[in-house]
């Protein structure tokens, strides 16, 4: 199977840089996505590795490491609407999705 | 509007009342999924479609059953509902092409006494 973990809470402050890790478990996938979730709303997606390296979409950029099982989703100039949980998703093609648990960011003024 | 839709969006039943939550998507993608969510847990595949006809079961998909007899329609069925699926549920689509880009819904609450 796969599985995913990541820090349960995040605290940053406003305007700073913030970077949520996120490591997995798989025998075998074809990217990883990351979404976000404000309280009581549904998850938007953010940004998707296919490949080693980074990806920069706006504030947000996200990066991934094939070789190291790892990935992580920056964000820079942090606003106080980023509050909210971030998670993490493999992508088995087609099929199965596994999220992670999910990272509640804070940010503090 | 591109969007997900599914209904109802929040719902109380009792133990064993068969219940269907609607999903239906205008985006004309081919692959749709079902989520729950728990507090603690993330998001948890319960069956995914990968077209009209094709199912396939996720990660926890005891207790639920699906049908996709129209591509923009991925209906999820509760025969007999207990307590333990109180929780929140989520419909996605991917967008053709975009492997790991998911589309969601607003989501289902649902309350089972």
């Known amino acids: 199977g796969q599985s995913l973990e990541q820090p349960s809470e995040v605290t940053a402050v406003e305007g700073a840089i913030v970077q949520i890790n996120c490591t997995y478990q798989?025998?075998?996938?074809?990217?990883l996505s990351w979404y976000q979730q404000h309280d009581g709303g549904a998850p938007t997606f953010l940004s998707y590795?296919?490949?080693?390296g980074l990806e920069e979409t706006g504030r947000f950029s996200s990066f991934l490491s094939r070789s190291d099982s790892y990935g992580y989703l920056l964000l820079q100039e942090l606003q106080m609407k980023d509050s909210a949980s971030y998670f993490c998703?493999?992508?088995?093609?087609?099929?199965?999705?596994?999220f992670g648990t999910g990272t509640k960011l804070q940010v503090i003024p | 509007e591109a969007q997900v839709t599914q209904n109802p969006r929040y719902l109380i039943t009792v133990t064993g009342k068969k219940l269907t939550v609607t999903c239906s998507q205008n985006?004309?993608?081919?692959?749709m999924s079902w989520y729950r969510q728990d507090p603690g847990l993330g998001l948890r595949q319960i069956y995914y479609?990968?077209?009209?006809?094709?199912?396939d079961k996720g990660d926890v998909p005891e207790g639920y059953k699906v049908s996709r007899k129209e591509k923009r329609n991925f209906p999820l069925i509760l025969e007999s509902p207990s307590p333990n699926q109180t929780s929140l549920y989520f419909c996605?689509?991917?967008?053709?092409?975009?492997?790991?880009?998911?589309?969601f819904g607003p989501g289902t609450r649902l309350t089972v006494t």
């Open positions: 998703a493999l992508s088995g093609g087609y099929q199965k999705v596994t």
């Open positions: 798989t025998s075998g996938f074809y990217g």
């Open positions: 590795n296919a490949l080693d």
């Open positions: 985006m004309n993608h081919e692959y």
């Open positions: 479609s990968m077209n009209v006809e094709v199912t």
């Open positions: 996605a689509s991917i967008r053709t092409g975009a492997v790991g880009e998911q589309y």
